[in-house]
């Protein structure tokens, strides 16, 4: 499989602080990957790079067959090119509709004269329907964003993800504060959205990490520490280290 | 396509409907067309109060959609008025002196009328030459194309500017304040091309027009109440939809917008440059009523009182605007009218001319702290309850 997302060399520093440190990371078409690590390792910051709110010091980073850097870009046009995102904290637009939020991130023309003259096409109004049925908010589609349950807004957000249409996800922390079946459910939707496109997904918790079942990657101090699958990466000594440290 | 817009937003047909009431109820009760009650200065007061309801709704697309909070929207609605002044003065004064002249014994030639002409409008400023910036004022249709295009062009060079260096929050409504003083400052030169000081006058006079002002007081206010029920679809037609659903992202999360993938920067050059649009357009129709436009006109607190008018009336919807502008600007002109009955404390006498300001501050911040929502909350309520209502039935 042809890499989608490479990631080289890339450190950061805030402040005197090297949050990344010479961090290289790669990822595949359609592939499902966890990264964990401990609270400060820079899992949030790694995804700051890619989607273009941070800028790193050094390193590079590479996209699509073409090999197109992300770094020259903007936000939204990393994004336009196919890097969808879900925040740490859920982050829909609380003031506007279930269907609203879902329509604002379909894939359609994001120019504001395109978005001016937009109606929504009966296929689009499928689509929504069909998304919100895949996360659970089939009957609340005219509900605001912001009267839902915290397990819901973070369902919305990925479905506006997943709405997007983006070639790699990056998913930080998806099942905090959810239910046990809430986590249940989520990992489904990820896994089944793994079959179409990269996915990666930060997470602490190793149950859910060990229910998504595909290759680990650990972060420590802002670099990788290790990668393999789950029980390869909990029987090195220095994860194992790591975490005992804690 | 406009069908199902207006069906989606019957609020809007609601509006008009009043909106056409009340021109109706006007004109029958003009001194001009009607059978008399209103006076034909009563009619400009109301003329200019929908035009600053117009700026108002413009106020509100901007801050109460998008999040911007411009305080230097009322520069461009000076500028409007400025564009049609200059067509205005210079025609009118043209008339004058080609009448003047018309009896001199050998016909004054092109020269000696622009000459003549330059003369009575710059006498005041110590010069008697045309200013660059007056090339196309002999004509009216250059000059109303003016009216979008020169406001339009700075809303668009300075948006660019801020936003694209993404200055938000306070730190943008300070720059809108510079923005207008700097401009105020300017035109105070004599040197301006623009009359300093003294501004342009004469306003309400149309040239050529031989109506009294019974009548042309009535044709603006006409023009008026079009503008202002054209520019509320408009605004509506903006605010709705999936490119207001982005201007609400905007004003409540701009980050994350971009990370959907729009360039946040781009919407708020274009609202903005709109906006400022609206602005003009409204301020080129309230000038002429007013008689004269001066650059105080655009002194930062009048952006600053547009603000506090559209958060009185409720910002985020757009009958709020309409409402708290009109609400708040003729409650001001009577206050400081001298019209309000002054209040004798016996102590102490409130006179009204001097607290009004005191009085609007003070609702200010009550409306901020205890209804955020303005007046246009409490209607919100009503519906909200009636609503309600009928989903139980
Ligand atoms: N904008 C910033 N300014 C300063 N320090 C930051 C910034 N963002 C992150 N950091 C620091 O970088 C480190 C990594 O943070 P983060 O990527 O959020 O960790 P994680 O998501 O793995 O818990 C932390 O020590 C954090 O305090
Ligand atoms: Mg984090």
């Known amino acids: ?246 | 396509m406009k069908r199902s817009f207006i069906a989606k937003n019957p609020s809007v047909l609601i509006f008009l409907a009043i909106l056409a009431l009340f021109t109706l109820l006007i004109t029958v009760m003009s001194e001009g067309f009607g059978v008399g009650g209103i006076s034909t200065s009563f009619i400009k007061t109301l003329g200019k109060t929908l035009c600053l309801c117009l700026i108002a709704l413009a106020m509100d697309v901007i801050w109460g959609y998008t999040g911007i909070l411009s305080l230097g929207h009322f520069a461009f609605f000076g500028l409007g008025g400025y564009m049609i002044g200059m067509w205005l003065m210079y025609e009118r004064t043209r008339l004058i002196v080609v009448d003047s002249l018309a009896q001199a014994e050998i016909p004054p030639t092109d020269g000696e009328v622009i000459d003549a002409i330059g003369n009575q409008i710059f006498g005041v400023v110590g010069s008697s030459d045309f200013p660059l910036i007056w090339a196309f004022a002999d004509s009216l249709m250059i000059q109303l194309m003016l009216v979008v295009l020169v406001p339009g062009l700075l809303a668009l060079v300075f948006g660019w500017l801020a936003f694209r260096s993404r200055v938000t929050g306070v730190y943008l409504s300070i720059l809108t304040q510079a923005m207008t003083l700097a401009l105020a400052l300017y035109l105070f030169q004599n040197d301006s091309g623009l009359r300093g000081n003294n501004g342009l006058s004469g306003l309400q006079n149309l040239p050529g027009v031989t109506a009294s002002q019974d009548h042309v007081s009535l044709w603006f206010f006409w023009a008026s109440a079009a503008a202002l029920g054209g520019g509320y679809v408009l605004c509506a037609w903006l605010v709705s939809g999936k490119f207001g659903s982005v201007l609400r992202a905007i004003r409540d999360n701009e980050a994350r917008v971009r990370f959907l993938g729009y360039s946040v920067e781009m919407y708020k050059l274009v609202i903005f440059t709109l906006t400022a649009c609206i602005a003009a357009i409204a301020g080129a129709l309230y000038y002429p009523q007013a008689g004269i436009i001066n650059p105080a006109e655009i002194a930062p607190i009048a952006s600053i009182y547009l603000a506090v008018w559209v958060a009185i009336g409720g910002r985020g919807r757009l009958y709020g605007a309409v409402i708290g502008a009109a609400f708040v600007s003729l409650l001001s002109t009577w206050f400081t009218g001298g019209q309000a009955p002054d209040i004798n404390l016996g102590f102490y006498t409130i006179k009204w001319v001097d607290w009004w300001l005191v009085l609007l501050g003070l609702s200010f911040v009550l409306v901020t702290l205890f209804a955020p929502k303005g007046i246009g909350g409490l209607i919100d309520i009503f519906t909200d309850r009636r609503a309600a209502k009928e989903a139980k039935q």
């Open chain 1, 1 to 246: 499989m042809s890499t989608l997302l490479e990631v080289s060399g890339v450190s950061v520093t805030f402040d005197g602080f090297r949050a990344i440190n010479n961090l290289s990371f790669q990822i595949a078409e359609a592939e499902m990957r966890a990264v964990i690590g401990p609270n400060g390792a820079g899992k949030t910051t790694f995804m700051d790079i890619v989607t273009g709110k941070t800028r790193p010091d050094e390193g590079r980073v590479i996209w699509g067959e073409k090999s197109v850097s992300l770094l020259g870009m903007n936000e939204a046009k990393i994004a336009q090119a196919g890097v969808g995102r879900k925040f740490q904290k859920p982050t829909v637009f609380e003031d506007q509709s279930v269907q609203e939020n879902l329509l604002m991130a379909l894939q359609n023309k994001r120019g504001w004269l395109a978005v001016l003259r937009y109606r929504p096409s009966p296929e689009d109004l499928v689509k929504v329907v069909d998304l919100a049925e895949k996360i659970g908010l089939k009957d609340q589609l005219f509900r605001k964003s912001g009267e839902l349950s915290h397990g819901q807004k973070q369902w919305l957000e990925i479905g506006m993800l997943l709405a997007q249409e983006p070639r790699l996800l990056l998913v930080d922390e998806p099942a905090a504060g959810m239910t046990p079946a809430e986590r249940e459910h989520t990992t489904d939707i990820l896994v089944e959205a793994a079959k179409t496109r990269a996915v990666v997904v930060v997470e602490h918790d190793m149950e859910f990490v060990r229910r998504l079942n595909c290759k680990v990657t650990v972060l420590h101090e802002g670099a990788v520490l290790a990668e393999g699958s789950l029980d390869h990466v909990t029987s090195d000594q220095n994860v194992i280290d790591v975490y005992l440290e804690r």
